[in-house]
């Protein structure tokens, strides 16, 4: 039976992806029958298809090189991986331990190019740079190009934002000046151009989403893996005035333990559905992170993460609808 979004939560059971259930915090597995290893990531459309990249931390991986994993659904709950990627071997002398983070893919309609970005890091995060990689197919194997401060300030985690007229921009947590960037790609997405905002607020795994004429910022505070209140505020433009933050969900559940990654907007035949992507870290074994995706309750410059339990998404009408 389904029942309005505001219901009361409920316990959790586990995982069931075959009946078309989305269940947070659960095990996801692809169609391998292998835990999706997409973490810190993020989610574009090309045609009918969705595209889930992000950190790939299988146990086996060559520990010298860092990895994206790349996942293709018709309807973002069944997962058939594609690739990973990138398999990249430490591209600038960064040394042990390297990071590669947080990775997010567009596409350029100009040059027809799949362009990569990620956080690139020292073993001590002083690096605080962005890498990209091309590839000429969404799920091909992206080279590396280059990397870069963006705007020429620190740069740790990463969040991607498109807006309904396809422009495209990087989220930045940028630590000396306490802030969180929002700036404009390049015409070819090989560069971060412009700044549009720099909310005066030290905040990370940062996520937008332009929602009924306002666009709505999220974020976490800087507790490294542990989970915090993620808070949101949202603007009439991108360049502000960006109202004061708010809590996504009661304090103390630590927003249930996760830490966002992507605010994604499902537009259907009868509603729009925002779909708040969150990581659930376990950084002693990476690849067992799990992930936490609910329907937001959003509108009217409000929006809520409500408390997890297992729901259904409809991609073609764009309604979501958690299930008793
Ligand atoms: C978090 C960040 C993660 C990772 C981690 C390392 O704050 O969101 O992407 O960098 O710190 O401690």
Redesign the pocket.
Same mark, same amino acid.
């Given at each position: 039976m389904c029942v309005a979004l505001a219901a009361a939560p409920e316990v959790l059971v586990s995982q069931d992806v075959s009946k078309g259930l989305i269940r947070p915090g659960e095990v996801w597995l692809d169609d391998r029958g292998e835990m999706v290893q997409a973490h $810190?990531g993020g989610i574009i459309r090309f045609g009918k298809t969705y595209y889930w990249f992000g950190e790939d931390r299988t146990p086996s991986n060559d520990p010298e090189k860092r990895y994206v994993g790349c996942y293709a659904s018709e309807d973002l709950v069944h997962w058939r991986f594609r690739n990973q990627v990138l398999k990249l071997s430490d591209p600038e002398l960064l040394g042990p331990n390297w990071?590669l =983070? #947080?990775p997010k893919v567009y596409y350029n309609t100009w040059s027809k190019k799949f362009v990569l970005y990620a956080?690139l890091d020292d073993s001590h995060?002083k690096l605080a740079r962005v890498m990209v990689a091309t590839s000429d197919t969404v799920d091909g194997d992206y080279q590396y190009v280059k990397s870069f401060r963006p705007l020429d300030r620190e740069s #740790?985690?990463i969040g991607q934002f498109i807006d309904d007229d396809g422009s495209a921009y990087l989220v930045f947590e940028s630590r000396p000046t306490r802030g969180f960037f929002i700036a404009k790609l390049s015409d070819d997405y090989m560069s971060v151009e412009k700044q549009m905002s720099l909310i005066d607020a030290p905040l =990370? $795994?940062g996520a937008i989403v332009h929602y009924k004429g306002l666009y709505y910022a999220m974020g976490?505070h800087?507790? $490294? +893996?542990r989970p915090n209140p993620n808070v949101y505020a949202t603007a009439t433009s991108l360049s502000g005035p960006w109202t004061e933050f708010q809590d996504v969900a009661p304090p103390e559940t630590n927003t249930y333990g996760s830490?966002s990654t992507m605010m994604l907007k499902v537009q259907g035949t009868k509603g729009t559905t925002v779909v708040y992507m969150g990581d659930i +870290?376990r950084?002693k074994e990476l690849f067992d992170s799990r992930y936490l995706w609910m329907p937001l309750v959003i509108g009217d410059g409000r929006l809520t993460l409500p408390a997890p339990r297992d729901w259904m998404l409809d991609v073609k009408t764009g309604m979501g609808s958690v299930v008793k």
């Open positions: $810190g990071v =983070e #947080r956080h995060y #740790r985690d =990370e $795994g976490s800087l507790t $490294g +893996w830490q +870290w950084p």
